[in-house]
């Protein structure tokens, strides 16, 4: 995501890892821009520290299959939402789970950002909802999202943006939580996506190792 915000963009970005190995993989093996800024440090520290503003900020935060709840909080939110230049956009990832019970923590996700002010659109990628990521657009004010820097294609037929909207009215939100630091309940609401989660990666990655001779372990 670093490389096609700097690259495709032409935007100067600033990636902010907790792990340092993940970076030194990153320039080994997944050609990171050396105009990226890294910075070694906890997400929520850092934008708790930081005297920047920007346009974009992306959170794609996991630890193991589960977002740690500090990072996706209304206190989080509410401060990257202060260090939003006019007209910013918050982009967080999460997994496709939006219905049903497996679905809750999704939808409180979404409960959480609107309860921070935010202006937000859900994005589910394609696919079913055990395949795809559910990306949540957020903003201090409603976006005009009919004109694209480039187009966008589906199935190689050109697209409307707003068209791959997800209604929230579709949404059943009684249930959604509002995730606060006091209140941390991500990682139990999210147990059940996570296992699924878990065992479907793990399925099709072991197959596909050892379909292609590629030994699991040395």
């Not at 902010?16 to 070694?40: C, T």
């Given at each position: 995501m670093a490389n096609v915000l700097q690259n495709d963009l032409k935007l100067s970005v600033d990636?902010?890892?907790?792990?340092?190995?993940?970076?030194?993989?990153?320039?080994?093996?997944?050609?990171?821009?050396?105009?990226?800024?890294?910075?070694?440090?906890?997400?929520?520290?850092?934008?708790?520290?930081?005297?920047?503003?920007?346009?974009?900020?992306?959170f794609d935060v996991f630890k193991g299959d589960i977002p740690p709840p500090h990072v996706l909080s209304l206190e989080c939110f509410r401060k990257a939402k202060s260090l939003l230049n006019k007209d910013g956009l918050i982009i967080v990832n999460f997994n496709g789970f939006l219905r049903d019970h497996i679905g809750a923590p999704g939808r409180s996700v979404y409960a959480t950002l609107r309860a921070a002010g935010l202006e937000t659109k859900i994005l589910p990628t394609p696919g079913a909802e055990n395949e795809r990521n559910t990306l949540f657009l957020a903003s201090l004010n409603a976006?005009?999202?009919?004109?694209?820097?480039?187009?966008?294609?589906?199935?190689?037929?050109?697209?409307?943006?707003?068209?791959?909207?997800?209604?929230?009215?579709?949404?059943?939100?009684?249930?959604?939580?509002?995730?606060?630091?006091?209140?941390?309940?991500?990682?139990?609401?999210?147990?059940?996506?996570?296992?699924?989660?878990?065992?479907?990666?793990n399925a099709t990655y072991t197959s596909h190792f050892l379909k292609n001779g590629i030994p699991l372990f040395k």
């Open positions: 990636a902010v890892e907790l792990d340092e190995r993940i970076v030194k993989v990153a320039q080994a093996y997944f050609n990171l821009n050396a105009k990226v800024e890294v910075i070694i440090d906890d997400a929520r520290h850092y934008l708790e520290t930081t005297g920047k503003t920007y346009d974009l900020i992306f976006h005009d999202f009919q004109t694209l820097r480039s187009p966008l294609f589906q199935g190689g037929q050109s697209v409307a943006l707003a068209s791959l909207f997800l209604n929230p009215d579709d949404l059943d939100l009684r249930d959604a939580a509002l995730f606060t630091d006091d209140k941390p309940n991500l990682d139990r609401m999210n147990l059940e996506a996570a296992n699924l989660w878990r065992k479907d990666y």
